[in-house]
């Protein structure tokens, strides 16, 4: 039998899917899951991408531009622009999700055996990309002592080697929520003119920061224009996760030159999801400020819950629709696939994304756990429920 080959072997497997078997298996037991693992909306797409959708005239679905649909990225530029973010058409390559535009940009601007630092917890698939880019991810150490801040500066220097290209954060944060202030970009900013890497920042959850927070763009940073690359994405805006479309922004033009490069080898950027996006830009204010309501409610809810249970601690995300929960108990992976295969409660369970996925550290994440609350008030807290009869009972509990 052939041997696959090295990234064939040794790509992570998701974390936030893997346990998708015991799901499936539990519902097949007409149990209810709850699904708290994974960052799928139930908020409907803007009907003016739908529509657009359903109206299509065109009787041939052609190749478009590699870049994009030029439509498409002109109408992006109005809508960066409303965020307070001056780009041209010429600045961004449109992708297949944020997943290609990171994948891309890993391909571009660090070499196989290069480095790139990035706060732990982060989002799982980043260790994905890393692998079949050849790149090293050096974790930078955060903790939910202080509900993830951004480590000390002084620890990024202390990783930074000669084989350090890069340093990638997610803001607001997946999976942690927290967001990160001008201020501490401001220090990234110094740390990447200083040592001469890419500053790479996954902005995908802008939208989404509560309690009057700011969002603040590392486009906005000045003096790092042929440093800096946003990574961006209409899943999480319009609730379109399965258009699977998503941009690299950078006002470098060698990294959009060879960017382009890459997006001229699968073609171009699928054609009814730009039909869809480009339409879903003319939503109304007044549906962003109903989604952003909606999951700062859902986000009140779900934090209070959780904190009521004993030993359970959620900090209060700041953005984004995901928090890290520290539970009572030693193998969080073990508990995640126990709450499916032997625990139910009326009926219910829940399903969670074990912590130890969102970390490169080996030592870490062992009793933490990423919830998504894109699920309504009175189902997140039927699941919270269900969380705090589960630990009563598992035999794993640290009482």
Known sequence: MPILSDKGLHIPPSPIRKLVPYAESAKRRGI????LNIGQPDIPTPIEAVRAVQNVQDTVFEYGHSAGNESYRRKLVG?????GIDVTPDDMIITVGGSEALFMTMSVCVNPGDEVLVPEPFYANYNGFATESGVNIKPIFSTIDNDFALPPMEEFERHITPRTKAILICNPNNPTGYLYSKEELEQLRDIVLRHDLFLICDEVYREFCYDGYQHF????????????????????RYSM???RLGAMVSRN???IEAGLKMGQARLCPPYL?????????????????????EYEKRRNCIVKALNDIDGVYCPMPKGSFYSIVKLP???????????????EYKGQTVMVAPGTGFYASLNLGHDEVRIAYVLKCEDLLAAAKCLEEALKVYPGTIR
């Open 241 to 243: 996760c399965g258009v």
């Open 79 to 83: 809508y960066y622009k409303s965020v």
């Open 253 to 255: 033009k060698q990294v």
């Open 329 to 343: 108990v030693k193998d969080a992976e073990h508990f995640a696939q126990w709450l499916l295969e032997s625990f």
């Open 217 to 236: 763009s590392v486009m906005n940073l000045t003096g790092v224009n042929e440093h800096v690359i946003m990574i961006d994405s209409v899943s999480k």
């Open 32 to 35: 209810k899951v709850y699904h």
């Open 273 to 293: 999801a730009q039909v869809a996006a480009e339409a879903a830009i003319d939503a109304s204010a007044s549906y962003f400020k109903q989604v952003h309501d």
